[in-house]
């Protein structure tokens, strides 16, 4: 008798859904396509020799430690450097507080798993990280989106959310924010709008996840205290990352938070994956500890500032004026606007793919029933300097024609 | 106020908990303890070596794509690679078939996630991997044991449970099994035995997880056919992992199972961890393709099996006869059953402690309520040959020391 795979899958399975970026993957990654659709850090960038070396030598001075599991919450040593660098910036830490993760994305997990009942409500940013949100939708969460202006998610949005769920029987556990260069919006949320957020938190016993992946990627002015920093009850858990400063493929990230919280991470990890690569720690500490990490921030924070710059010029220069955006003080990406008047971003987005240019449309990114059709995320990361400017053109052209033939049509009518 | 962590654990997260192997690390640890406890492989036959020119390789000729993140089911050529080795080995596979894990641990982890719903019965060899039976449980499985003697698992043991459960209400969807050299006993599943289970699990609609790290590593004779290789339904489910047969730290294993389950496995897996290490991919890919991994192995089945040989020949010379214990033909692990007039096993590990050896007691290992109260894990993958004669010899003093007072109070009393 053939397998019935169908009557095999759990409840929970029918919630997982593949992000809309992959399933666009194929389209966006021909070779003749511009895409600033991955947000993924530019290859172009990675310290291939500096890499090359710290293996060598880790490999001669302690390779037998590095190529062997480490124990679940990860290496003390790097754990200790990374508590040593957040107290640094006020967010005082000691290794204990830390766990050693896949990438933060692994944090999000964990969390998820650790903390939300199917059915719970999970406080987001609208618009917000699918990863994140797909995240909590694997275990059941149910993603509700707080509005956002310029300074971050709107404190009264979240104040009658709040009292909204908790009228229907449901309290808010969590809220999600990527408090720094948002993914998508690229908004920075300001100090004050931390201070309301905290204190809203607070009154209601809701924990502040904190994922900030951007944040040392910062290209103007300086970015606000963390939520972490700020927190006196024990209630920031705040996710950090080497994929954007060094490199995404060893998979190493970091989750900090209160000891009940990092104890369970710890039990949850171990029957996860057991630990994260030791190879990836060693490599994560030996390049920090020499402090070429910093060097090479700084490096990267120039190469993509001025990707940032290509990108604004040519938007302002290419783009019909009522076509809004964005101008992110640092990370990755710009979210743009189109007039209600256009077709949906996801249209746009196929008229873009026949011209060999890729967005993300803005729908993946909404929890609220109709949010993100007319709005996209660009990222600038990716493409060389010669592409972003072409690729912007290209789209230029595209919606003049939109406006063009909607005027011609207006004047048809009259 | 300060934050009430108390209130907000999910329901899942109070089936977590931790595995006895990390309760007892901190002591097991200590470098004065010679350890037979834990199962990982030994660092002194790491190939430092090759790891450092395989990176430098890498570096050189494909940096970039080796640092980046990966798609979400792995590189498409180590999935190549892997497909074809194990058609080679008679289990037909494409690369669809195939998602690359955080070592075989995580495909363990999502296969839990994708399949299990909270109460599910899980059938499981009776003792069972406690990382297995940890990922079951964590998503609200409970592993069920199906008993077991020198041949594998028990068909009439496995049609017994079966038609308990399904008089309960509860169909088991899946059979967990360790087929070669298993941990924790060391017992490799005979061909006509893998023949039954297989048609009956084809009887009732279950699946089977065949995990699969140690096969290779097989110092007498051959293993049998795998259940993959054997299955016309779809029905087998593969693990399969680099950590033995190259080194754990790079977290790269796999899962080989029908389209339907590793299309839901990807989806799991992108809100996971987004992919597994690039850098890990590229390295068991260049080291299996240079034909590195296979005379690695080659070098790895003679370092082992004389490990092996140390401790069956000291056990031999030196524990009571009446002490049991099988020898395995491969992998790790030696299974101790301790006569039932002995201290249970966990005491008697109290006391190795004290002379400063350490195994695993067996009580962990068991799914039964009181099963492994006199049973042991003893692994010979890690200590020295001098270390493993020592620490055996060191029990052996012990254990005869027990029989010794056993017989003086025998004679007291008569």
Redesign the interface.
């Known amino acids: 008798?053939?397998?019935?795979?169908?009557?095999?899958?759990?409840?929970?399975?029918r919630n997982?859904?593949?992000?809309q970026i992959?399933q666009y993957?194929a389209l966006t990654e021909r070779p003749e396509v511009i895409s600033f659709a991955g947000g993924?850090?530019s290859?172009?960038f990675?310290p291939?020799?500096e890499?090359?070396a710290a293996?060598?030598g880790?490999?001669?001075e302690e390779?037998?430690?590095?190529?062997?599991?480490?124990?679940?919450e990860g290496s003390m040593e790097l754990r200790a450097l990374i508590a040593e660098k957040m107290s640094r910036q006020n967010a005082q830490c000691n290794p204990e507080n830390i766990i050693i993760?896949?990438?933060s994305?692994?944090g999000?997990?964990l969390l998820s798993?650790?903390?939300?009942?199917p059915g719970?409500p999970v406080l987001v940013e609208e618009p917000s990280y699918i990863?994140g949100t797909?995240?909590f939708?694997?275990?059941g969460g149910i993603p509700v989106g707080i509005k956002m202006d310029q300074d971050g998610p709107l404190p009264l949005s979240m104040e009658k959310t709040i009292s909204m769920l908790i009228t229907e029987g449901k309290q808010p556990?969590m809220f999600y924010t990527v408090s720094n260069f948002q993914n998508p919006t690229g908004v920075t949320t300001s100090y004050e709008r931390r201070l309301e957020i905290l204190e809203i938190a607070?009154?209601h016993?809701i924990?502040i996840v904190e994922d900030n992946p951007y944040g040392e990627l910062c290209y103007e002015g300086e970015i606000p205290p963390s939520y972490k920093s700020l927190d006196r009850?024990?209630?920031v858990v705040y996710l950090g990352s080497f994929?954007k400063v060094l490199?995404?493929?060893?998979?190493i990230g970091w989750m900090a938070g209160?000891g009940?919280?990092i104890e369970?991470a710890?039990?949850?990890k171990?029957?996860?994956?057991?630990?994260?690569?030791?190879?990836?720690q060693q490599l994560a500490y030996r390049l920090s500890k020499e402090g070429f990490v910093e060097k090479h921030t700084r490096k990267l924070i120039d190469l993509y500032r001025r990707k940032r710059d290509v990108m604004i010029e040519a938007i302002d220069h290419y783009f019909p004026p009522d076509v809004e955006f964005n101008r992110p003080r640092g990370g990755f990406f710009i979210w743009v606007n189109f007039p209600s008047s256009y077709p949906t971003s996801k249209e746009l987005l196929e008229l873009a793919l026949q011209n060999n240019v890729a967005f993300v449309h803005g729908e993946g990114f909404s929890n609220s029933g109709d949010g993100g059709t007319h709005s996209a995320r660009f990222s600038f990361s990716q493409p060389p300097q010669e592409h972003i400017k072409t690729g912007i053109k290209t789209l230029g052209n595209l919606f003049w024609e939109i406006e063009t033939r909607q005027s011609l049509k207006a004047v048809e009518k009259v």
């Open positions: 008798m053939k397998t019935k795979w169908d009557q095999l899958f759990a409840e929970r399975t997982i859904c593949g992000s992959r993957f993924f850090p290859n172009e990675f291939t020799a890499i090359a293996v060598s880790l490999m001669q390779g037998n430690q590095s190529l062997q599991y480490s124990s679940t993760t896949d990438g994305q692994q999000i997990d798993r650790i903390l939300i009942n719970d990863g797909s995240a939708r694997s275990h556990k607070s009154r016993n924990i009850e024990e209630r994929s490199i995404p493929g060893i998979r209160p009940p919280l369970k710890i039990l949850t171990q029957s996860t994956d057991l630990c994260s690569s030791s190879l990836g």
